[in-house]
Protein backbone atom coordinates (compact mmCIF):
# COMPACT_ATOMS: atom_id res chain seq x y z
CA UNK A 1 0.00 0.00 0.00
CA UNK A 2 1.16 3.69 -1.36
CA UNK A 3 2.05 5.66 1.93
CA UNK A 4 2.96 9.31 2.77
CA UNK A 5 6.76 9.88 2.59
CA UNK A 6 8.45 10.06 5.92
CA UNK A 7 10.99 12.81 4.94
CA UNK A 8 8.10 14.51 3.52
CA UNK A 9 6.04 14.12 6.23
CA UNK A 10 8.88 15.36 8.30
CA UNK A 11 9.52 18.38 6.29
CA UNK A 12 5.78 19.51 6.36
CA UNK A 13 5.66 19.20 2.28
CA UNK A 14 2.49 18.62 1.09
CA UNK A 15 0.05 19.04 -1.96
CA UNK A 16 -2.01 17.40 -4.86
CA UNK A 17 -1.16 15.76 -7.28
CA UNK A 18 -3.23 15.46 -10.50
CA UNK A 19 -3.61 11.84 -12.25
CA UNK A 20 -5.23 11.17 -15.58
CA UNK A 21 -5.86 7.52 -16.49
CA UNK A 22 -7.90 5.27 -18.22
CA UNK A 23 -10.46 2.31 -17.63
CA UNK A 24 -10.48 0.13 -20.26
CA UNK A 25 -13.22 -2.13 -21.93
CA UNK A 26 -12.00 -4.86 -19.33
CA UNK A 27 -12.23 -2.51 -16.36
CA UNK A 28 -8.29 -2.45 -16.14
CA UNK A 29 -6.55 0.80 -15.15
CA UNK A 30 -4.09 1.89 -17.98
CA UNK A 31 -2.20 5.44 -19.59
CA UNK A 32 -1.43 6.49 -15.76
CA UNK A 33 0.04 10.22 -16.61
CA UNK A 34 0.61 13.27 -13.53
CA UNK A 35 -0.91 16.63 -14.98
CA UNK A 36 0.26 18.54 -12.48
CA UNK A 37 3.21 17.73 -10.09
CA UNK A 38 3.57 18.59 -6.22
CA UNK A 39 7.01 16.99 -5.25
CA UNK A 40 8.83 14.02 -7.34
CA UNK A 41 7.88 11.63 -4.25
CA UNK A 42 4.35 12.77 -3.74
CA UNK A 43 3.94 12.09 -7.87
CA UNK A 44 5.67 8.25 -7.09
CA UNK A 45 3.05 7.63 -4.06
CA UNK A 46 -0.01 8.86 -5.69
CA UNK A 47 0.97 6.62 -9.04
CA UNK A 48 1.74 3.89 -6.32
CA UNK A 49 -1.58 4.36 -4.72
CA UNK A 50 -3.70 4.13 -7.87
CA UNK A 51 -2.25 0.83 -9.08
CA UNK A 52 -3.45 -0.29 -5.64
CA UNK A 53 -6.79 -0.22 -6.80
CA UNK A 54 -8.68 -3.42 -7.83
CA UNK A 55 -10.32 -3.98 -11.39
CA UNK A 56 -13.03 -1.28 -12.14
CA UNK A 57 -16.36 -1.77 -13.94
CA UNK A 58 -16.22 -0.63 -17.45
CA UNK A 59 -18.00 2.30 -18.76
CA UNK A 60 -20.30 1.65 -21.41
CA UNK A 61 -22.01 3.28 -24.55
CA UNK A 62 -24.73 1.96 -26.14
CA UNK A 63 -24.42 -1.30 -23.95
CA UNK A 64 -20.92 -2.06 -25.14
CA UNK A 65 -18.11 -1.50 -22.45
CA UNK A 66 -16.20 1.06 -23.68
CA UNK A 67 -12.88 3.12 -22.63
CA UNK A 68 -13.05 6.28 -20.08
CA UNK A 69 -10.45 8.91 -19.36
CA UNK A 70 -10.38 10.12 -15.75
CA UNK A 71 -8.76 13.29 -13.76
CA UNK A 72 -8.74 13.29 -10.31
CA UNK A 73 -6.74 14.85 -7.46
CA UNK A 74 -4.47 12.68 -4.99
CA UNK A 75 -4.39 15.54 -1.72
CA UNK A 76 -1.82 14.66 0.51
CA UNK A 77 -1.97 16.67 3.94
CA UNK A 78 -0.19 16.05 6.95
CA UNK A 79 -1.86 15.98 10.05
Same mark, same amino acid.
Given at each position: ?? *??? !?? $??? +?????????????????????????? *??? !?? $??? +???????????????????????????????????
Amino acid at each position: MA *SFP !PI $LRE +AGIGGVVYLQFNINEYGNIQDETILK *SAH !PK $LDK +AALEALRCIPRLEPGTQQGRPVRVTYTIPVRFTIR
